[in-house]
């Protein structure tokens, strides 16, 4: 489904990612894990444009996203991204953060979408909340509403960018239980994380990032039990 | 003659002049809003070409007196091609190009004032970056823009005394008309004031009421 052949990123002569190769099949629930500054935050921007590369391949469900005919927009609609400070737009109550897109870029009127909307606040348990400004949720509260505002578009791949950093311990657990559904619905998830507990419990496969390159992939029970990588090892006695 | 009988018979000629400046500075400020918000989002956008022509455009407009684009548009501009603008139309226009530059730079600093954040998020949904300006980043960037746009427009009203350089009646130019023929400097230029500082009050007040509307 995801196809990423020899990616490199640049910031001017900072050179992020440097090598990158992997392959993401549908209904995988991959986890990227490494220190920080390894490239895990533009590895995943890269996936839907949010950074131009400068080397290498990204395919998506066939298309090329780096060709420059491509419709971005297009691609977008079908790639869900959940980032670590919510983004909620703060002049929109949850319901209009919810149906702005699909109201404007799908045929749909505006009834139909806030019928999907309810569908997902029930789904991440928010229902109360359809008529609040952002400013008024609490974190946990705010990411739910950020990951129903994703799925609004019926994407079949979400990106997550430490989605549970931001928040206060007693608030991880709420958004990971959402993500976790996601992940047994069948949802093709990229989730970058510090929360070894999900990586090991949820996802199908680990990567593990260091210095712009993948140091080791594989299943979370390998990964977590008997990492290969003397850099793996090193990392993961540190974080765990 | 005291102040009593000189304000009354002064006060339709003056009013007459209100009356032109105020014309004159709703349509500026409204195309100076317009051409401003043009400028104002090339400027933060990735156009080469466009944003340099802004820059220019910008740097032209701050960088001369108002006066000399005045004199510029009305005279200048009529001997080296072939149209003639009344007077009125060419105060306007240089009013409405002088505050366009200004509030460009307003608005680009209000866009420029949103968490980038904002527009990622909207573009990750799939939104173009138009539609993300247009629906996310311009509603939160304007209420900050506000009080600095209400600020040029008090500004740009002001300026258009200058026009009495153009022989155009406005405010300023019917006190001094005034004053040719009673020679009351003192009285006449103190109502003048008092003229501008009402209109000026009152769009202040219009806007105030404008910015709690919105912001509930
Ligand atoms: N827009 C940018 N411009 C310049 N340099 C950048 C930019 N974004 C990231 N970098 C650099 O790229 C490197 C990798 O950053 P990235 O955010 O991908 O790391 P990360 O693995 O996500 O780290 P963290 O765990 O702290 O989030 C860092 O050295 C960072 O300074
Ligand atoms: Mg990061």
């Given at each position: 489904?995801?196809?990423?052949?020899?990616?490199k990123?640049?910031?001017?002569?900072?050179?992020?990612?440097?090598?990158i190769?992997?392959?993401?099949?549908?209904?995988?629930?991959?986890?990227?894990?490494?220190?920080?500054?390894?490239?895990?935050s533009?590895?995943?921007?890269?996936?839907?444009?949010?950074?131009?590369?400068?080397?290498?391949?990204i395919?998506?469900?066939?298309?090329?996203?780096s060709?420059?005919?491509?419709?971005?927009?297009?691609?977008?609609q079908?790639?869900?991204?959940?980032?670590q400070?919510?983004?909620?737009?703060?002049?929109l109550t949850v319901i209009d953060?919810?149906?702005?897109?699909?109201?404007m870029?799908?045929?749909?009127?505006k009834?139909q979408?806030?019928?999907?909307?309810?569908?997902?606040?029930?789904?991440?348990?928010?229902?109360?909340?359809?008529?609040?400004?952002?400013?008024?949720?609490?974190?946990g509260?705010?990411?739910?509403?950020?990951?129903?505002?994703?799925l609004?578009?019926q994407p079949?791949?979400m990106?997550?960018?430490?989605p549970?950093?931001?928040?206060?311990p007693?608030?991880?657990?709420?958004?990971?239980?959402?993500?976790?559904?996601?992940?047994?619905?069948?949802m093709?998830m990229?989730?970058?994380?510090?929360?070894?507990?999900f990586?090991?419990?949820?996802?199908?496969?680990v990567?593990f990032?260091?210095?712009?390159y993948?140091?080791?992939?594989?299943?979370?029970?390998?990964?977590?039990?008997?990492?290969?990588?003397e850099?793996t090892?090193?990392?993961?006695?540190k974080?765990? | 003659m005291?102040?009593?009988?000189?304000?009354?018979?002064?006060?339709?000629?003056?009013?007459?002049?209100?009356?032109?400046?105020?014309?004159?500075?709703?349509?500026?400020?409204?195309?100076a809003?317009?051409?401003?918000?043009?400028?104002?989002?090339?400027?933060?956008?990735?156009?080469?070409?466009?944003?340099?022509?802004?820059?220019?455009?910008?740097?032209?407009?701050?960088?001369?007196?108002?006066?000399?684009?005045?004199f510029?548009?009305y005279?200048?501009?009529?001997?080296?091609?072939?149209?003639r603008?009344s007077?009125?139309?060419?105060?306007?226009?240089?009013?409405a190009?002088?505050?366009?530059?200004?509030?460009?730079?307003?608005?680009r600093?209000?866009?420029?004032?949103i968490d980038?954040?904002?527009?990622?998020?909207?573009?990750?949904?799939?939104l173009?970056?138009?539609?993300?300006?247009r629906?996310?980043?311009l509603?939160?960037?304007i209420?900050?823009?506000v009080?600095?746009?209400v600020?040029?427009?008090?500004?740009?009203l002001?300026?258009?005394?200058i026009?009495?350089?153009?022989?155009?009646?406005?405010?300023?130019?019917?006190g001094?008309?005034?004053?040719?023929?009673?020679?009351?400097?003192?009285?006449?230029?103190?109502m003048?004031?008092?003229i501008?500082?009402?209109?000026?009050?009152?769009?202040?007040?219009?806007?105030?009421w404008l910015?709690?509307?919105?912001?509930?």
């Amino acid at each position: 489904m995801i196809s990423v052949k020899n990616l490199k990123k640049s910031f001017g002569i900072n050179e992020v990612l440097k090598d990158i190769n992997c392959e993401i099949k549908r209904n995988e629930v991959v986890c990227v894990i490494g220190p920080s500054g390894s490239g895990k935050s533009t590895f995943l921007r890269c996936l839907n444009k949010l950074e131009e590369i400068t080397g290498g391949h990204i395919n998506i469900e066939e298309i090329e996203i780096s060709d420059r005919k491509v419709n971005i927009n297009r691609i977008r609609q079908n790639i869900g991204m959940v980032f670590q400070s919510f983004n909620l737009f703060p002049h929109l109550t949850v319901i209009d953060n919810i149906t702005l897109a699909p109201i404007m870029l799908k045929k749909i009127n505006k009834k139909q979408a806030e019928e999907i909307a309810y569908d997902l606040l029930k789904k991440v348990g928010l229902i109360e909340k359809v008529n609040v400004y952002p400013d008024k949720l609490s974190g946990g509260q705010k990411q739910r509403v950020a990951i129903a505002r994703s799925l609004a578009m019926q994407p079949s791949i979400m990106l997550f960018d430490e989605p549970t950093s931001a928040l206060d311990p007693e608030m991880v657990g709420e958004v990971l239980n959402v993500m976790k559904g996601l992940a047994n619905e069948g949802m093709t998830m990229v989730v970058v994380t510090h929360e070894m507990g999900f990586a090991r419990e949820v996802s199908n496969r680990v990567i593990f990032m260091e210095n712009g390159y993948i140091v080791e992939e594989g299943e979370p029970s390998q990964i977590f039990t008997a990492p290969q990588n003397e850099r793996t090892k090193r990392f993961l006695e540190k974080v765990l | 003659m005291n102040f009593w009988e000189l304000f009354k018979v002064s006060l339709p000629a003056l009013l007459e002049g209100a009356q032109m400046t105020v014309r004159i500075i709703t349509v500026g400020i409204v195309v100076a809003l317009i051409i401003g918000l043009v400028i104002g989002v090339i400027n933060v956008g990735n156009n080469k070409v466009l944003k340099a022509f802004a820059r220019v455009y910008i740097g032209l407009v701050r960088g001369t007196p108002l006066l000399v684009q005045v004199f510029f548009i009305y005279f200048g501009l009529p001997t080296v091609l072939d149209f003639r603008l009344s007077a009125v139309t060419a105060g306007t226009i240089a009013i409405a190009i002088n505050a366009s530059a200004y509030m460009a730079e307003i608005i680009r600093a209000g866009i420029l004032s949103i968490d980038n954040g904002q527009m990622e998020a909207s573009r990750s949904l799939g939104l173009s970056y138009f539609q993300s300006m247009r629906k996310v980043i311009l509603p939160q960037a304007i209420k900050r823009m506000v009080p600095p746009l209400v600020n040029q427009s008090i500004i740009s009203l002001k300026d258009t005394s200058i026009l009495s350089a153009i022989g155009i009646i406005e405010l300023t130019s019917s006190g001094q008309i005034i004053i040719a023929s009673t020679f009351k400097a003192f009285e006449v230029w103190i109502m003048v004031g008092f003229i501008y500082l009402i209109v000026i009050e009152i769009l202040t007040l219009a806007t105030s009421w404008l910015e709690r509307r919105w912001t509930v």
